[in-house]
């Protein structure tokens, strides 16, 4: 049998194991959210960044095959011409 500041200090490292223990539970839901948030967030980055390469390669394959052919297309009621310089794409009516 323990004597009495013994038992006393025994029931008091309990207490601070347990609490050390839920501090550290929380502290792993905590950094978990956050892993899976940014998770998400490059996940979702990731398909826009796909989606916006399909559009520029569309794009870029377009211009190639108008300049190729020197040839336009129609905008509703309008004939144009594409023209790709550096970076820029000029639609001439």
Known sequence: MLIRPARIAKRINQKVKARRNLSEMKLVESVGFEKQQLENDLR?????????????????????LCTNLNIGFRIGSINTSIVGYCDDIVVLS
């Open 44 to 64: 979702n980055l990731r398909r826009e960044l796909r989606i916006e390469n399909k559009h520029i390669a569309f794009g870029d394959d377009l211009i190639q």
